[in-house]
């Protein structure tokens, strides 16, 4: 049974590596630790911006910092891609549906093939 992940993982990293909530900021190039603080607490979820800062900083990957928005956003993908595949499921087919359909079938399947897969 797959557990929940949490919406972010930054504050135990950051704590992996010793920094502090200060220095954390300082490093994003802010110039108090409130967003820190906010961002552990999952108040505030971090522009596409401080997310790629935060990965090159910790040395994780953004996907894994953020584990559960990352999830959440794999479900809604899958969502998405099944609704389109049932609306062009009516139309003829050619090389570049049947290259768009398989891509959508691989959208949805990854959602699936995460919801196995427990690590955070």
Known sequence: MPTR?????????????????????????ARTSGNISRYERFARVPSLRTALLMEAILAVPARELFAGLFAAAQERAATQAQQLLHALSDRPSSQA??????????????????????NP
């Open 5 to 29: 992940r949490l919406p972010n993982y930054l504050r135990s990293v950051r704590k992996s590596l010793g920094l502090s909530q200060k220095e954390m900021a300082f490093l994003l190039g």
């Open 97 to 118: 549906h049947t290259i768009k359909v398989e891509a959508l079938k691989a959208i949805a399947g990854q959602a699936r093939h995460s919801k196995t897969n427990t």
